[in-house]
């Protein structure tokens, strides 16, 4: 596998140029973009060839004329997916297998997992040109504020990733990927395992001399901001980027004050193992698709368009840099809702707010909560973690931070959760302490609330 540098700057400069021609041109090489993938998947994909059989010629296909597909379908024919006959799923697996080949490259590809939070975890397969897209758009589209503090903190220090390191995640992945691939182009970078327990992640975070910046979950970060607020972490970064989960206001601002270093607002990404980067947020708070190399359709529960300004069901992504493994109107989950206005930082890319993904919210019988409206935060435990174990049973789990008060913050703690189901309309909800460790997901997040197993209908 070879990342070309040229082949990057073909990114952007064709993303430079593209913008500057404002939507006729974005469009016309979205459509062009798309027709290449179309006609390569029919040509190379078995299963794409199956699919799009009954259509016109590619160089007359319109988006609308494409099935939507769906993560359970493609993993089950993976074989006949992919572009390329030389990885089936068996390879595959077997390299994901050995954590020792955690970013990797086999033959000319890299590959990553998912983190199944809702579903079987999906193999992701990622050519070079998905990396070159990766670092050329980024390029192309950051504006000057964006830029100067990373390249500042690039050369100060060490930048840490903290996500999991239980599996092949795109995280410490591409990390350790690209430090092969174009070490340059990283700098220096170390890795924390999200998945040990707090004490621990704070001793290895206050060990790393001249840290200066950090990527990791809002799950994460939250927990990493209160250890800060009471004296045990000592780090003090200048930039703290984030992705992979919603980033609330409130959190955002109290992540600010925790971190007094830090020299701009903390950075949030709206990405996924499958694109990378399928949009890039502005110094106004929106998401503007990559809409060269990305689409993205906000669609009901039936896959029907919805109109700007509507929260989605779910979204559809097309990915038009990847034609070894071909996403199109690929069924990603996530709710969004398009702006119906232009963005004021003159963008000339549509753009879009995450409102959460559909997976963590909660089903008690009729009644759907967010995770948001339950406190689990107590100035004794160093996290708590709500689990529904039935219909309506949940249990409460807590790493206290002084063992001699588990039992008092429990009492408080399911006063609290019970006041939240009462209010609700919920009177039949039983809250029981746990004595288990909370629980981590496979990707190293850390969910304060989880929900029922297979309640969500996608699952
Ligand atoms: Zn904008």
Redo the contacts with the bound molecule.
């Keep these: 596998m070879r990342f070309s540098l040229l082949r990057t700057l073909g990114y952007f400069a064709g993303g430079l140029w593209t913008a500057w021609g404002g939507r006729q041109r974005i469009e016309a090489k979205q459509l062009s973009n798309l027709r290449r993938l179309v006609e390569k998947a029919r040509r190379d994909s078995p299963l794409f060839r199956r699919l799009y059989s009954d259509l016109g010629p590619s160089s007359e296909v319109e988006l609308r004329d494409l099935p939507v597909t769906r993560k359970p379908d493609l993993m089950r024919e993976f074989d006949d997916w992919l572009t390329i006959r030389s990885l089936p799923l068996e390879r595959a697996r077997e390299h994901l297998r050995d954590i020792d080949k955690l970013g990797v490259p086999i033959d000319d590809v890299a590959i990553f997992r998912t983190s199944g939070t809702s579903g079987e975890p999906a193999v992701i397969v990622s050519p070079s040109s998905l990396l070159e897209y990766y670092y050329g758009i980024s390029l192309a589209r950051f504006d000057r504020s964006q830029w100067k503090p990373i390249r500042e903190v690039r050369k100060a220090g060490v930048s840490v990733t903290i996500t999991g390191g239980n599996g092949h995640f795109a995280g410490a992945g591409l990390n350790k990927l690209m430090r092969h691939l174009a070490p340059r182009l990283v700098g220096h970078t170390a890795f924390v395992e999200a998945e040990q327990p707090i004490g621990r992640i704070v001793d290895e975070l206050n060990a790393i001399p001249n840290l200066t910046s950090i990527l990791t979950y809002p799950s994460v970060l939250a927990i990493l901001a209160k250890e800060k607020e009471d004296g045990r972490l000592r780090i003090e970064p200048m930039i703290v980027r984030t992705g992979g989960e919603m980033l609330t206001g409130e959190l955002r601002a109290r992540v600010r004050q925790a971190f007094p270093s830090l020299k701009r607002d903390v950075i949030d990404a709206y990405g996924c193992t499958e694109c990378l980067v399928p949009s890039i947020k502005?110094?106004?708070g929106?998401h503007?698709v990559n809409e060269d190399w990305v689409i993205l359709e906000a669609v009901d529960e039936a896959m029907r368009p919805v109109p700007d300004g509507t929260l989605s069901a779910t979204v559809l992504l097309t990915v038009l840099a990847n034609d070894v493994q071909p996403f199109i109107r690929y069924d990603l989950g996530d709710c969004l809702r398009f702006y119906t206005d232009p963005?004021?930082?003159g963008?000339p890319f549509r753009?879009f707010q995450v409102e959460g993904r559909e997976a963590t919210l909660v089903r008690v019988g009729e009644v759907t909560l967010s995770p948001l409206v339950f406190d689990l935060e107590h100035e004794h435990a160093r996290r708590i973690q709500l689990v529904q174990t039935s219909a309506r049973e949940f249990e409460v789990r807590i790493e206290p931070a002084d063992a001699a008060e588990a039992r008092d913050v429990f009492q408080e703690v399911s006063q609290s959760v019970k006041r939240v189901f009462r209010d609700n309309g919920l009177i039949d909800v039983t809250v029981r302490e746990s004595q288990a460790p909370p629980e981590i997901t496979a990707s190293g997040k850390f969910h304060e609330v989880l929900p029922l197993q297979g309640t969500d209908p996608r699952t």
């Design positions: 502005c110094s106004h929106r503007h963005c004021p930082c963008s753009s």
